[in-house]
């Protein structure tokens, strides 16, 4: 199976530009996680999508939004690029869901990420 | 809510010594436990999982890590390092109810193999 891809792998923009940065899941994966890495704050957790629909949310700005399609696959947009949002954006997939009778517990899978430089 | 707490931004080792890296959890829930590692310009690969089954957990590449409930600890350990275990280790833990998929993550320990 292939892994979790996205793309761009690398981006520049300017402050006050926005960008989409994509994910494509794992093939049979529902879940999609976005996370920010920062060297000052680590890792931190933007939103988790399940079948199109946001089940969790981070404390991130609304300049934050994300979406994902029929097919799994998600894109993260970020409006008014600042400095700050220099960081690179991880995208995990995981079967997602809950398993029955017996539960198990899925795990997630990380995508290389998409180091994103505001200049 | 949850945390987790890694001591030691910075861990050096010999080749072929005891690696250890410690990660203290606190949650208002029973816990999903997991460790993580990144090798520069990667994404993060899954070490172990500990998932309430049992308290020893063993991982890939010869790592494994010990649930202990009453000192809310969660340390990697492998007995002994070697070069290409040098990377970033990150502890990260998640609620156990409902379909939360939220990983909280430390701050990450960055090994270091002398050789």
């Known amino acids: 199976k292939a892994g979790v891809t996205q793309t761009p792998r690398y981006l520049i923009k300017t402050r006050g530009q926005q960008v989409t940065l994509s994910c494509s899941p794992i093939?049979?994966?529902?879940?999609v996680s976005w996370y920010q890495q920062t060297p000052g704050q680590g890792l931190q957790f933007l939103f988790e999508?399940?079948?199109?629909?946001?089940?969790n949310k981070g404390n991130f700005p609304g300049r934050f939004s994300g979406r994902q399609f029929s097919n799994s696959r998600s894109e993260m947009n970020v409006s008014t690029l600042e400095l700050g949002d220099s960081a690179l954006y991880l995208c995990?997939?995981?079967?997602?869901?809950?398993?029955?009778?017996?539960?198990?517990?899925?795990?997630?899978?990380f995508g290389p990420g998409t180091r994103l430089t505001v200049t | 809510a949850q945390s987790v707490t890694q001591l030691g931004s910075h861990v050096s080792v010999s080749e072929g010594a005891l690696v250890l890296l410690r990660c203290n959890y606190s949650s208002s829930v029973p816990p999903y436990l997991f460790w993580y590692v990144q090798y520069p310009n990667q994404g993060l690969q899954l070490l172990l999982k500990y998932t309430s089954a049992a308290t020893l957990v063993k991982g890939i590449n010869g790592f494994e890590a010990e649930f202990k409930k009453s000192e809310t600890s969660f340390h990697l350990t492998k007995p002994s390092a070697h070069m290409r275990d040098a990377a970033e280790y990150f502890c990260?833990?998640?609620?156990?109810?409902?379909?939360?998929?939220?990983?909280?993550f430390g701050k990450g320990t960055l090994l270091t193999v002398n050789p």
């Open positions: 999508y399940f079948s199109e629909t946001q089940r």
């Open positions: 995990a997939s995981s079967p997602g869901g809950t398993s029955f009778p017996q539960r198990i517990v899925y795990e997630q899978y």
């Open positions: 990260a833990v998640r609620n156990s109810g409902g379909s939360n998929y939220k990983l909280t």
């Open positions: 093939s049979g994966h529902r879940s």
